[in-house]
């Protein structure tokens, strides 16, 4: 088993462009989620999704954009990068919220 | 506001000292969740406690549901445990807190 799987590992993106961050589990698990890591704030959550098809906000959602095609798949959009999305990306899985969460290894993002 | 917060931020200790970091929280819970950062940024679940007490190797975590607060304890301790150690919840709508978590760093 792979876990959770990120890519890329680093992003340096210009103000107003947009990317998708990929985020992959191989656990079957329903419950995926985004987090964004800034010093001295610690994780923050941006969007979750309980199942295949359905996904909600989290605390920081602005920005971005998520969709839950599949049960393995939860990528995360940014729709016109800001310097203030700068910051280091995890992605989550687990069988559901109240259980263990595996998390990716991050994606480092640099928004110039 | 913060829904969850930690104590000590940071802390330091001689290897074989017994070690208590400490998380309190202020919103109505459905799981505590104890986990640890590596040096190199991974993260890991140590524990998910919804009552009462676990035990794995030498870490165990308590959680008090009427005091809103939870303890980790790593009992003689190692360099090796030299980590960031982050207390979470998940709330009753699927949504998850995160404290800003306790850096420990233990000396050979």
């Known amino acids: 088993n792979a876990g959770v799987t990120q890519t890329p590992k680093f992003q340096v993106l210009k103000t107003g462009q947009s990317m998708t961050l990929q985020c992959a589990q191989d656990m079957n698990h329903e419950y995926m989620s985004w987090y964004r890591q800034d010093p001295g704030m610690g994780l923050r959550l941006i969007h979750y999704s309980v199942g295949a098809g359905i996904t909600d906000q989290g605390e920081v959602p602005n920005g971005y954009n998520v969709s839950r095609s599949t049960t393995e798949d939860f990528p995360l959009r940014l729709l016109s990068a800001a310097p203030s999305q700068t910051s280091v990306y995890f992605c989550?899985?687990?069988?559901?919220?109240?259980?263990?969460?595996?998390f990716g290894p991050g994606t480092r993002l640099t928004v110039l | 506001k913060n829904e969850v917060e930690q104590s000590p931020q940071n802390l330091t200790a001689q290897e074989g000292e017994f070690i208590t970091i400490n998380c309190s929280y202020s919103?109505?819970?459905?799981?505590l969740h104890w986990l640890q950062q590596h040096p190199g940024g991974g993260i890991v679940s140590l524990f998910m406690l919804s009552s009462g007490k676990k035990k794995h190797g030498r870490l165990i975590a308590t959680i008090n549901i009427q005091e809103k607060h939870s303890s980790l304890h790593i009992t003689a301790s190692h360099p090796r445990d030299s980590a960031v150690y982050i207390c979470a919840v998940t709330n009753t709508g699927n949504q998850f807190y995160f404290g800003t978590g306790t850096s420990l760093t233990v000396i050979p």
């Open positions: 919103v109505g819970i459905s799981a």
């Open positions: 989550a899985s687990s069988r559901d919220a109240y259980n263990e969460q595996f």
